[in-house]
């Protein structure tokens, strides 16, 4: 024990902290609050002094014998560092009195007795606070406390100086969640593949992580809690403009950083041998936050989860980064953004991020307004690498993402994929620039669009998570494998669970029932364990879904300017490699051809397609030539009303030319005065028509479900009468009234009794058929489509050279936008 005597400056009372103010004077450290956190102690007082200038005696170091401060109450006694209330009187660093943090004038140990030993960090170590860091070798240890304490002084500070919240390498047990808040900083010694590093154990089985219940949500604002939290992380902030009390302070821009965070047991399996509830590795539910080179690992749910609400209590949960931190082995996802809330998740950067082997997906992100993701990596995880499917609202941006291993990524919306590699489903709707496979190459820019929700069945080991609503199809079957039955039969998830799983017994993972039984519409098929599988309700026939892709420039050719290639997808399950593809390229293989280093766009395709059967034609740049672009008038679905251009030959039969299809609501041009054509050579409204051809138009079969807008001829022996039937609509059946469902729409068992009247209707049980022409008739050559009757007062154009038939295509583009029948 080291005793000095001092003189007073001014009143002294016995056991005040004292700091020196001359080489041999001293006053109490009350004087100068300001100084409570950066002006270093000098000693303790071991007497009173009453007034200045008065002898004092001062300990400055070892065993404090004028009075211990006992045995922590209400807590587990622990060792730590010795501060001072506003009065100068030694208080434990974990009480709520201690303002001097992280200036110490010394340590206690679990009894209360105090060693002087004047010290200043820099920051608050959770050591200090009575952490122990032994968790792993103790199952009893639980620094939740301790670790809480320093998070909750370092909130009380309100300063930047102290804010940092550290943890030396050590292995921190807890056992309830822990609350950063007010911009707080809970640093560890570094994120690294070794012992020596800062881990956080949540010790699930014998904990209690329910984070509505320790932080009292539903206090905030006066509201209710809406869900039950648990995770073992929360950084949790409110809205504005509320009378809030969050019990420890907002968690607006607190960071995260060099640590590593498991659950213990391991909860990332089904397997696990305890279960804890439904629960995060960190909860984000604030603004602005940071969490950077972490390793969160194992547990039930997700890595880590950010959300927002807009009911009380408000939560923001925009402008988040995460940074080089390594999300692996969780029940669910990785990283999950908006799943739980996503009015205000939105506006977060994800940068090198490894999302690998979690139960569902590896990024799931259903924010709002969008996110940036770059350089992050995904793989071998069980449903998709990447998910982002709020197409109505996402704006993502992926820059150079490579996602690997037996799991697509699927992209809908307004989305952008910036260069990287990863797998995509044939079904996402993107914009991408760079090896998107099943893009073309570093300067693609690649665009699919009409997707459907249907996913294709994954039979992974162990099996996965479904959520209620999500609609699978089984898959074609691989080499040796039996084809199910139930392929080409569409399953929605009517209660949500945990798939079978794949096994040597059943390697598809699919229910057996798929295999044995032709589904009927309705019906119920049980997968997985009972009270916690899957129930999949029966659809009916997967209605096929047409897909388009649209690709810009080519690595491989540079006089490829564009490709667009047509699918017709079951659902979404043919891969892209299509039915037909169009092609924009500049000619320069045939040297003595007038047309070289003209722009042509032509059919590659071995078959005919329905939808978008096009031979090929030629747009310029001619002098004098009508230079139009294509356009749609409507929905694009089923590959009617488009706008074409002709400018030599029978438009029916042109090389060069516009459509071979034909549909009502075309518009046909013709830039030549052709003999072989009645009228001008603008356009003509005469009568719905159609094509018969084969493979184009098939006959009609009973019990079949039709798109709208598709086409059939009578059944033989019936004679061909130069008309078609397109279906027009469904209506209900008059005997068994009912809502209109696409899957119960199909067509009767007797053929029904044709009109012959163009424009007419005939009715098939619950499909209206309307009658055309069928233009592969040579008695029907001399009719064209109508133009779109919403169109007001439309007339027929009697232009005789291209300047008067520009102006009156024009005027009609102008009405058809004002009609709103020009799709964009």
């Known amino acids: 024990m080291d005793i000095e005597n001092m003189k007073a400056a001014q009143r002294i009372n016995a056991g005040q902290a004292v700091r020196t103010t001359g080489s041999r004077t001293v006053t109490p450290a009350t004087a100068e609050a300001e100084k409570f956190h950066t002006g270093p102690f000098f000693g303790v007082a071991l007497e009173t002094a009453l007034r200045a200038n008065d002898p004092v005696k001062v300990q400055v170091s070892g065993l404090f014998t004028l009075r211990s401060l006992g045995p922590e109450v209400g807590s587990v006694p622990r060792f730590g560092a010795v501060g001072i209330n506003s009065s100068g009187q030694l208080v434990r660093a974990a009480s709520k009195e201690c303002v001097s943090a992280p200036n110490w004038i010394g340590d206690c140990d679990a009894s209360g007795t105090v060693t002087i030993r004047p010290r200043r960090d820099t920051r608050l170590n959770v050591l200090d606070f009575g952490a122990v860091g032994n968790g792993k070798t103790d199952e009893n240890a639980d620094d939740a406390d301790a670790i809480q304490s320093a998070l909750d002084c370092a909130m009380r500070l309100g300063t930047t100086d102290g804010s940092v919240v550290y943890l030396p390498p050590g292995e921190y047990r807890i056992k309830k969640p822990l609350v950063i808040s007010n911009g707080c900083i809970l640093e560890g010694a570094g994120l690294a593949y070794h012992d020596e590093t800062s881990r956080i154990l949540a010790d699930v089985k014998s904990g209690n992580f329910n984070l509505s219940v320790s932080t009292k949500i539903g206090e905030v604002g006066g509201g209710t809690a809406r869900e039950t939290v648990y995770c073992a992380i929360a950084l949790v902030g409110y809205g504005t403009g509320l009378a809030m009390r969050p019990p420890r302070g907002r968690a607006d821009y607190a960071v995260l950083r060099q640590l590593a965070l498991h659950s213990i047991p391991a909860q990332g399996t089904p397997a696990a041998t305890f279960q804890a509830p439904q629960m995060d590795g960190i909860r984000v539910m604030a603004t602005g936050a940071c969490i950077e080179r972490m390793s969160v690992v194992s547990f039930r749910r997700n890595g880590i989860e950010i959300s927002s609400s807009e009911v009380a209590p408000v939560v923001n949960a925009s402008g988040v980064q995460i940074r080089d931190c390594r999300l692996t082995s969780n029940g669910q996802n990785g990283l999950d953004i908006g799943s739980l809330g996503n009015d205000n998740a939105s ?478």
């Open 347 to 824: 506006t977060i950067l994800v940068t090198n991020v490894d999302a690998s082997s979690n139960g569902r997906d590896g990024i799931c992100d259903n924010s709002r307004l969008g996110c940036t993701f770059v350089s992050c990596h995904t793989a071998a995880n069980k449903h998709r690498n990447i998910s982002c499917e709020r197409p109505s609202s996402s704006y993502s941006v992926y820059l150079g993402c490579y996602a690997e291993i037996d799991a697509p990524a699927v992209f809908k919306g307004p989305i952008a994929v910036v260069g990287g590699d990863m797998d995509i489903t044939p079904d996402s709707t993107y914009w991408g620039y760079g090896p998107v496979r099943g893009g073309h190459g570093p300067s693609a820019l690649k665009v699919l669009n009409n997707f459907s929700k249907v996913q294709y069945y994954r039979g992974v080991i162990g099996g996965i998570d479904i959520d209620k609503g999500e609609q699978t199809t089984p898959p074609p079957p691989k080499p040796g494998q039996p084809t199910p039955k139930a392929l080409g039969y569409l399953f929605e998830a009517k209660v949500g669970g945990h798939t079978l799983g794949a096994s040597l017994a059943n390697p598809t993972g699919m229910p057996r029932e798929w295999f044995t039984e032709v589904p009927t519409f309705g019906g119920l098929t049980q997968d997985g364990a009972k009270g916690d599988g899957v129930t999949w309700e029966c659809l009916g026939p997967c209605p096929p879904s047409p897909v388009t892709s649209n690709t810009l420039g080519s690595n491989v050719n540079p006089a490829i300017i564009q490709d667009i290639q047509s699918m017709m997808v079951d659902g979404k399950l043919q891969p892209v490699g299509g039915d037909s593809l169009f092609r924009t390229e500049v000619r320069t293989d045939l040297p003595s051809d007038a047309r070289r280093g003209r722009i042509e766009t032509s059919l590659l395709s071995g078959t005919p397609f329905h939808m978008y059967y096009q031979t090929a034609y030629e747009n310029g740049p001619v002098p004098g030539a009508l230079m139009l672009p294509e356009a749609w008038i409507g929905q694009f679905d089923h590959g009617e009303r488009r706008i074409g251009v002709v400018y030599s030959g029978n438009p029916y039969t042109t090389t060069v030319g516009s459509c071979n299809f034909y549909s009502p609501g075309d518009l046909i041009l013709n830039a030549y005065n052709d003999a072989t054509r009645q009228g001008p050579i603008g356009w003509a409204v005469a009568a719905a028509c159609g094509r018969g051809s084969e493979g184009h138009c098939k006959p009609w079969v009973p019990g079949t479900h039709y798109s709208i807008g598709q086409t059939v001829k009578p059944r033989p022996p019936t004679p061909a009468n130069g008309f078609l039937y397109r279906l027009k609509a469904y209506r209900e059946d008059g005997l068994n009234p009912r809502p209109l469902n696409p899957h119960l729409n199909v067509s009767g068992q007797s053929e029904p009794r044709w009109s012959q009247t163009v424009g007419d209707k005939t009715e098939d049980k619950c499909l209206e058929w309307q009658t055309l022409y069928d233009l592969d008739d040579p008695a029907n050559k001399k009719y064209l489509e109508p133009i779109p009757q919403c169109v007001p007062d439309q007339k027929d154009s009697h232009a005789l050279d291209i300047d008067h038939l520009r102006a009156d295509f024009n005027a009609l583009l102008a009405k058809l936008r004002a009609a709103h029948l020009l799709g964009e």
